[in-house]
């Protein structure tokens, strides 16, 4: 048995056919998925979906974020809201903020997933700073998806009181040093390990020692992952009892506080 309360950064609930971002099969009804997630060890779990569009209006992601209100209230003892926003959007993104993160209390921006949603890399553009800016009046989180290390840099920099945390430790090992020598730099930069993981063993005791325990947040991008990689892999790592509580809960709730 695990013996942690476990939490979810990074879920993309997936809702229909556009939505399941799984490689090879049909993911199943949010039953089956809130069910293999507890499978694998998790106790709740948060994120918005995500499906690849092109958009012409913001009404594709208004979509994406009802989906995620309404499963909030059908299962709010283990589903954490989340919303999307988009850049090329801006106004509609504030709206969008002020409505969930205000009205409806929702605390978690994210994943923002660029490149699959039309935007590319634009994180921290005039337009997405100033949807962040909003998100900051309302003490939400963003978690953000970003290869480019500049751009993540000038985002953590332009707006040092929001709360960021970047999605997957990276592709190999220079990349990932590189990544974690920003989440350090940065006090308002966290990293989630899920993605491209924490297959190589000590991974996670080392993005510890180099950012602090605090920064590491646990995540596992199902249903693109299996999620009992992320759970068993965090187990196996040489960490305190204190440490492994951080990653798996206590550093998410932190975050979303308001
Ligand atoms: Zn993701």
């Given at each position: 048995m695990i013996d942690y309360n476990i939490i979810d950064c990074h879920f993309h609930p997936a809702f229909d056919s556009e939505t399941d971002i799984n490689w090879f099969a049909s993911t199943g009804s949010i039953e089956h998925q809130i069910n293999i997630l507890r499978k694998a060890g998790i106790s709740q779990a948060c994120g918005a979906p995500v499906k690849n569009m092109n958009p012409i209006s913001f009404k594709e992601i208004s979509k994406l974020n009802e989906f995620s209100l309404a499963l909030r209230d059908s299962h709010p003892d283990f589903y954490i809201p989340a919303i999307q926003i988009h850049p090329r959007f801006p106004d509609e993104s504030c709206r969008e903020i002020e409505r969930y993160c205000g009205s409806h209390e929702v605390r978690w921006i994210g994943e923002l997933v660029g490149y699959m949603m039309g935007y590319?890399?634009?994180?921290?553009t005039n337009d997405a700073l100033t949807i962040f800016r909003t998100a900051l009046k309302y003490n939400a989180v963003v978690n953000f998806h970003c290869n480019e290390l500049d751009i993540i840099e000038k985002l953590s920099k332009a707006i040092p009181d929001l709360k960021l945390v970047l999605a997957h430790p990276g592709a190999g090992k220079d990349d990932f040093l590189a990544r974690i020598a920003l989440v350090a730099k940065y006090p308002n930069l966290h990293l989630d390990i899920s993605g491209s993981g924490i297959d190589r063993l000590g991974m996670v005791r080392k993005a510890i020692d180099v950012a602090g325990m605090n920064k590491i947040i646990f995540g596992t991008d199902y249903p693109v992952n299996n999620p009992a990689v992320y759970t068993h892999g965090t187990l196996l790592e040489d960490l305190t009892h204190e440490e492994r509580t951080a990653v798996f809960s206590t550093n998410f709730l932190h975050l979303i506080q308001r």
């Open positions: 590319g890399a634009e994180y921290a």
